[in-house]
């Protein structure tokens, strides 16, 4: 997993609300165990016309967003089934950070084992990011210092110490398992030495 440190640039605003996770990668997009090959299709069903063309009023068919790393969405984004393919679009799409009022549990936490940072923040500083975005402004997020720069504001946000530390250093599931290699391999031996039936 690549390190995060600090993202800059504008922001695409998508404030709706309870976009689930059938929005983000919709089903017929879920055959795939790769995580490759599904940024094309984020947001499919709200980014296309039934022909495949783009459709002009979506945000990131827009020049300005086509290239967004940040996104700021409206409350309990990331509802809906589990499916670990919807932060895997987001991430391939190019997206690095989310904010928004509330997430989804699950997607909340999918989204550190893939790389993205979901921030939590006050109505108010979504609304205040959201018009940022929309003139077009850039936004800036320091993941070390938990602030987000927009302007002459800025923001701090609260995270739990661990998954900032997995961010920083890019530390997966896998890992964060191989940081501890030796006390495994040094089990396993024990294991063969006084246990050779098991």
């Not at 605003?13 to 017929?28: A, E, F, L």
């Not at 936004?139 to 720069?149: A, C, D, G, M, S």
């Not at 398992?177 to 039936?197: A, D, G, R, T, V």
Request: charged share 30%.
């Amino acid at each position: 997993m690549e390190k995060f440190t600090t993202v800059n640039g504008v922001a695409a605003p998508m404030r709706s609300i309870n976009i689930d996770t059938d929005k983000i990668i919709p089903k017929q997009y879920l055959k795939t165990i790769e995580r490759t090959g599904l940024g094309k299709n984020l947001f499919a069903e709200m980014r296309y016309n039934d022909d495949g063309s783009e459709r002009e009023d979506f945000v990131l068919n827009k020049l300005a967003y086509r290239k967004s790393q940040i996104l700021v969405a409206g409350d309990n984004f990331g509802c809906g089934s589990s499916r670990e393919h919807a932060p895997w679009a987001l991430k391939e799409y190019g997206f690095q950070a989310i904010i928004a009022s509330s997430f989804a549990d699950i997607f909340y936490n999918n989204c550190f084992k893939n790389g993205i940072l979901p921030i939590v923040a006050d109505e108010n500083i979504i609304k205040e990011l959201a018009e940022y975005s929309n003139r077009k402004e850039n936004i800036e997020i320091k993941l070390p210092e938990q602030e987000i720069v927009y302007g002459n504001k800025s923001y701090k946000f609260k995270l739990d110490s661990f998954k900032k530390k997995c961010l920083v250093e890019g530390l997966d599931d896998i890992a964060l398992s191989l940081e501890k290699i030796k006390n495994i391999e040094s089990f396993e031996n024990s294991m063969n030495q006084n246990k050779p039936w098991i």
